[in-house]
């Protein structure tokens, strides 16, 4: 399964999701390929990996290389990783350049997926509505959305939802789903009850219950090159990934039991727009 984790508004906790819920799933003995297709490269260093020029997707999507010679080890045992640096940023134009311009992130992660060697590929999608994420969403299966417990993060999260649509009308992807939305950097006030009140009854059951709690240990754990869920697995933040986690696991058995038909997202009567 393809997973892309996308919002196009920085600061949500996007890539901090990315690299606590492979460990989480890892920790749960799931094999993960996070692909970091974000040329900031956060989740390639997150993971205690050292960006390295020429060492990302750029090679396999200018067909210049095979995707497999990007696949390195992490510091988390059953985590590996396709690293992203810098130059990545300029496939975006490339890619522009090309007929099949939204398939390229398909066709170069197809061999990863045949192969079976991953149980589930995380895509960290770069913040922004750019050809890489278009790409992403082109390639996933489904998209998991992580929201700021705030209400700017509102309009972001519309935004997000309007594209997956278009992914599915124009029929770049008629299948991708919205695997869910995730609460991230909640804060215990009365204005973030009231973003995850508002977005649950909008929502409904496509929000998961877990909320992630904002944490100053989750911004020292990067420094270490090891998700927070490694460093410290026994904070709010973390067992709320575990838990996150567990919820994921759970849907997807689910998902199995409904021969993986199930209806797109669809706001509430008076929702966000």
């Given at each position: 399964m393809i997973l892309a984790i996308a919002n196009q508004k920085g600061g949500v906790g996007k890539t901090t999701t990315v690299v606590n819920l492979a460990a989480a799933l890892a920790a749960r003995r799931k094999t993960v390929l996070v692909v970091d297709l974000d040329p900031q490269a956060n989740a390639t260093s997150g993971l205690g990996v050292e960006p390295k020029e020429g060492v990302s997707l750029y090679g396999a999507l200018m067909r210049i290389a095979d995707v497999n010679d990007f696949i390195v080890g992490t510091a988390v045992d059953r985590v590996n990783l396709i690293p992203s640096e810098v130059n990545l940023a300029g496939v975006e134009i490339e890619l522009a350049r090309m007929d099949d311009h939204l398939g390229g992130v398909r066709k170069v992660l197809k061999p990863v997926v045949d192969s079976k060697v991953f149980d589930y590929i995380l895509v960290d999608c770069p913040p922004s509505l750019g050809i890489l994420m278009s790409n992403a969403l082109a390639a996933a299966d489904a998209v998991l959305v992580p929201m700021q417990c705030e209400y700017y993060a509102m309009e972001g999260l519309s935004v997000i939802?309007?594209?997956?649509?278009?992914?599915?009308?124009?029929?770049?992807?008629?299948?991708?789903?919205?695997?869910?939305?995730?609460?991230?950097?909640?804060?215990?006030?009365?204005?973030?009850?009231?973003?995850?009140?508002?977005?649950?009854?909008?929502?409904?059951?496509?929000?998961?219950?877990?909320?992630?709690?904002?944490?100053?240990?989750?911004?020292?754990?990067?420094?270490?090159?090891?998700?927070?869920?490694?460093?410290?697995?026994?904070?709010?933040?973390?067992?709320?990934?575990?838990?996150?986690?567990?919820?994921?696991?759970?849907?997807?058995?689910?998902?199995?039991?409904?021969?993986?038909?199930?209806?797109?997202?669809?706001?509430?009567?008076?929702?966000?727009?």
């Open positions: 939802l309007k594209l997956v649509e278009r992914m599915r009308a124009t029929g770049a992807n008629p299948g991708l789903r919205v695997e869910g939305i995730a609460m991230t950097m909640y804060s215990h006030t009365r204005l973030a009850d009231e973003v995850v009140a508002q977005v649950r009854d909008h929502y409904g059951d496509a929000v998961y219950k877990t909320v992630v709690p904002r944490s100053v240990r989750a911004g020292e754990a990067p420094s270490y090159g090891i998700p927070l869920v490694a460093y410290a697995p026994s904070t709010p933040v973390a067992q709320a990934y575990f838990i996150l986690a567990n919820e994921f696991l759970a849907r997807q058995k689910a998902l199995a039991g409904t021969d993986g038909k199930v209806d797109s997202i669809a706001p509430k009567s008076g929702a966000i727009a």
